[in-house]
């Protein structure tokens, strides 16, 4: 055990929970660029590639916010073969006090994004012994599987700004200050991104009502669940079916000063769309249903649309267990 205690104690003093500032200015166009949410890593030698039977070994996880949105009350498992190996209960260290077991295998933890006063989010690091057990009788070798698995929820921002032209047929005959046009964008420091925003006017007797088109997509490596289902979603029982590849949409429009929330589908008797992802992809439509006279010309203003979900993510490594004879 000694060994590995030491272990742990250097871990630990070099890999203190951090959240780094920059001397440079930090703007909202650095926070919200990338399309990673929380990486999840293996430390160094924690679990080892081999191990004796009978004897002790450390699992050091890395985990880091690398987006722009808070996690909280995060949800870690990690799955071993109960046969070969087990978690000593008491032995978790950690680089912060935002972790914590909830059962014997279940951990729980909070991590900040990025923001104005940090240019990367939280990271922290988790140690805890693994106590090995003897193999069959006869047996030289076994190989054991560990995985970790992370559930979360988290959150996707964009806004871009839009024209909204009320002369949809150019029958006035007068300059404008913009033109309607799709818009096309990357990340925005989250792994479920807005990709494309089409902007049509649809001719009312009044002026018109303004629908856009949004295009979202899953960038990140990992699984998209409903939200609110990350407890669940890291639990024994199977998520059910309905619940995965869903993300809730909300979109508004800013106008003098006032949020207007636009009508979003498909939905449940919402503002809110619920999307299911296909092959990683989903598009939303979102009108603004009491439309916009035409009196009011044609103006820029920004469109904002917020994606809430669960995401998870698995990493694992394969571990020899050796006979001691």
Known sequence: MKWIVIIFLVVMAGCAKSSTVDTQTITTKDIYTGSDGLLISFLPNAPPDEVFEDSYAPLGLRIENKGAYNIQQGNIVIALENDYMDLIQGSLQTSSNDAGFID???????????????????????????K????????????????????????????????????????????????VADVSLTDQGAPIAVTKIQTKMLPQDFGVVPQFIISIENKGSGLVFQPGKAEDACSSEKLDYTSLNKVNVQAYLQRGGDTQLLQCSPSEGSEAAIATLKDGSATVRCVL?????????????????????????????????????
């Open 104 to 130: 014997d295998r279940h951990l729980e933890f909070d991590l900040a994004g990025k923001g104005l006063s940090r240019s990367i989010g939280d990271q922290d690091i988790l140690t805890v012994n693994m």
């Open 289 to 325: 249903e009491e439309g916009i006279s035409e009196q009011e010309g044609t103006f820029s203003t920004p469109l904002s649309i917020e994606i809430q979900y669960g995401y998870t993510t698995t990493i694992s490594k394969r571990v020899t267990i050796k006979a001691t004879v």
């Open 132 to 179: 090995i057990h003897e193999l069959e009788t006869l047996s030289q070798t076994h190989d054991s599987n560990v995985a970790v698995t992370a559930c979360y929820e988290y959150l996707t921002f964009a806004t871009e700004t839009v024209c909204l032209d009320t002369d949809v047929y150019n029958v006035k005959n007068r300059a404008k200050g913009c033109t």
